[in-house]
């Protein structure tokens, strides 16, 4: 039987960018010990005073059909979280709860894409966002950065892309997954003054609005004119260690909110209330829990830095934010994939190569500080030893 060309063009008939952690997964499966360096999920779980508040909510019946669009008391918590961090005024009506910052994602860019239209995306980029925009029958269009700028994009590549594509959307990611980047004001209000010359939707991916080692984080909702063309997207995975929750949000205009509640309503028909009821009770918690929980990545951020010093052969973004530090191996000479297809037999350390994340991190590799601090020193030394003798062997 014949599929659709939307389902079967998801992948863009490319690799996914996952093949080395599947194959570290299928090492692991057979029984070796492999340090995995590879995917953004905390090394510690949901914290149990939230499990509790889960626990509670379930068994005191919220097991039925939750509200679509979000409860009230999330929508709301949500929206005074926003209008705190950003200064504009947000209600409930300018939030919808999806399950996770994926679906948000989608669901952003559901809203403001007809089919064949494209959607700017920096590259690099996170793995799924290519294939979220393929998956509405619309275009991906990569814009280039390069490492010496920080991996932030340019007023005047923005422009160009918007304007040779005929591009509806850009969608940013601040903190930065893969890169580490934090944008600053100034690159934030020349992504701002694209959108408005280009008439562009700007979606901003601010799931590691929690996790920022230097500078601070400043959501584009915030700048003049911008909140009625932007498009937020929110999650509990990595401020709350809630990934397997999967409870997330877009906030927007009124008017974009009451679209996506026909969406939801026959798509994901919502979250499960005692998710949502669990997820309030995370955020009345405040900004300490927040901090506790993104603590031990502010510390392995050094710990890499530490160990990069005194030697040449890797190089590094300081991150400046989220729980990845972008490696430099272009002093070996070899590609981000054979380094850690190399590094992964010699050394049984698994890393994500940059080429998973678009062109711009070619002969890069991006690490996930993810594993505990004793662990992760040492796969860093081993590292840096093994890409010595890689640069040494040129
Ligand atoms: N955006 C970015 C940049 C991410 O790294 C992730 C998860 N790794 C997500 C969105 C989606 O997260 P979730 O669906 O768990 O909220």
Redesign the pocket.
């Known amino acids: 039987m014949r599929l659709s060309h939307r389902i079967q063009n998801i992948t863009g008939g490319g690799s996914d960018g996952w093949d080395l952690f599947n194959r570290a997964r299928a090492m692991i499966a057979q029984g070796q010990k492999i340090t995995e360096l590879t995917?953004?999920?905390h090394d510690i779980g949901t914290h149990p005073d939230i499990l509790e508040a889960m626990h509670r909510a379930a068994t005191g019946g919220h097991t039925g059909y939750a509200a679509v669009p979000g409860t009230p008391e999330l929508r709301r918590i949500v929206a005074d979280r926003v209008a705190r961090r950003t200064g504009v005024a947000t209600g409930p009506e300018n939030v919808l709860i999806t399950?996770?910052?994926?679906?948000?994602?989608f669901a952003a860019h559901h809203a403001v894409l007809d089919e064949a239209d494209t959607g700017l995306i920096i590259d690099p980029?996170?793995?799924?966002?290519p294939g979220t925009i393929r998956s509405l029958g619309a275009r991906p269009h990569p814009v280039p950065t390069v490492a010496e700028n920080g991996f932030r994009p340019t007023a005047d590549a923005l422009a160009a892309a918007a304007a040779e594509t005929g591009a509806r959307s850009l969608l940013i990611?601040t903190p930065?997954?893969?890169t580490g980047a934090v944008y600053d004001r100034a690159t934030l209000q020349a992504i701002a003054g694209v959108c408005a010359e280009q008439d562009l939707w700007l979606i901003s991916?601010e799931?590691?609005d929690t996790q920022v080692w230097a500078g601070a984080h400043l959501s584009p909702r915030a700048l003049p004119g911008m909140a009625e063309r932007t498009l937020v997207?929110?999650?509990?995975?990595?401020s709350h260690a809630?990934?397997g929750s999967?409870?997330?949000w877009v906030v927007g205009p009124a008017e974009v909110i009451e679209r996506l509640v026909d969406l939801s309503t026959n798509t994901t028909y919502g979250v499960p209330g005692y998710i949502q009821d669990a997820s309030a009770f995370a955020l009345r918690q405040g900004e300490e829990m927040e901090r506790q929980i993104a603590a031990p990545f502010r510390r392995r951020r050094q710990i890499v830095l530490d160990a990069l010093a005194g030697q040449g052969a890797v190089g590094a973004l300081p991150a400046q934010g989220?729980m990845y530090t972008m490696l430099d191996i272009r002093a070996t000479g070899m590609t981000g994939e054979s380094f850690a297809e190399a590094l992964l037999d010699a050394e049984a350390i698994a890393v994500m190569p940059g080429e998973s994340f678009g062109r711009s991190a070619a002969g890069h590799l991006r690490i996930a500080m993810t594993v505990a601090d004793e662990a992760l020193a040492d796969a860093m030394a081993r590292l840096c030893r093994f890409a010595a003798l890689q640069a040494a062997r040129r």
């Open positions: 995917i953004g999920e399950p996770g910052g994926q679906s948000a994602l980029f996170y793995a799924t966002y990611n930065n997954n893969p991916d799931v590691y997207v929110g999650s509990m995975s990595k809630m990934t999967r409870c997330g989220a």
